[in-house]
Each structure stands twice: as structure tokens, then as C-alpha cells.
Nanobody, 122 residues
């Protein structure tokens, strides 16, 4: 079992940056691949990025590739999502997620955080 708590959301102008943090507690976070998802109003939750247990592999959705960077520090039980060149369409609630199986994390994580709101104004 692992608990995930996100922070770092807020209001930013288009073109700006935000860094989201996810703190994991409970079972050691290095046991899990970690990811970020988002859900905009009226839309389904969608995959944003994932990172392997070691941090050696990363994967991004096409909509954020080149603008967002996922990273982790297992010693700190933390995962981050650096978001640059933000666009109004990035506005959503962002969720941290953990999964024991890399191939399944993108569609069906084992654990979810409670989410943090990101709003990008035009």
C-alpha cells in the first residue's frame, strides 16, 4: 500500500511554468513505477507521463512531449512533473499515480493521489 500526495498546482499565465510534486508514503516508492495523469472539466482522465522504478525510462503523451519532464528521487520518495511553456489546454486536475507493472501504469495504475489543480490563463 502506498499513499500519494500532490502539491504545487496553481494559476499561471500561458507560457509560464509550474513544478508539481508527489510525495509517497507507506510502502517504498521505489517498488513502483510512477506517473502523472490529468482530467480537464467534462473530459476523461488522461495519461500525461510515467517513469520507471529506477528513473531510467520515461514516457510522455504526445500533447506534452518536449514541454513536460518527469523525474523522481527514490531516497526522498518523491516524483516531480516540471511543466514548461504551459498552454490553456493544460488546465486540469493533475493526479499522481503508482503502479507495480510498467506496461499497465499508462492505463490502470494501482494507486492514485487526490489531485492538484492547474489553471493556465490565456
Amino acid at each position: 500500500q502506498v499513499q500519494l500526495v500532490e502539491s504545487g498546482g496553481g494559476l499561471v499565465q500561458a507560457g509560464g511554468s509550474l513544478r508539481l510534486s508527489c510525495a509517497a508514503s507507506g510502502r517504498t516508492s521505489s517498488t513502483y513505477a510512477m506517473g502523472w495523469f490529468r482530467q480537464a472539466p467534462g473530459k476523461e482522465r488522461e495519461f500525461v507521463a510515467r517513469i520507471s522504478r529506477s528513473g531510467g525510462n520515461t514516457d510522455y503523451s504526445d500533447s506534452v512531449k518536449g514541454r513536460f519532464t518527469i523525474s523522481r528521487d527514490n531516497a526522498k520518495n518523491s516524483v516531480w512533473l516540471q511543466m514548461n511553456n504551459l498552454k490553456p489546454e493544460d488546465t486540469a486536475v493533475y493526479y499522481c499515480a503508482a503502479g507495480s507493472i510498467w506496461n499497465r501504469l499508462r492505463v490502470n495504475p494501482d494507486y492514485w493521489g487526490q489531485g492538484t489543480q492547474v489553471t493556465v490563463s490565456s
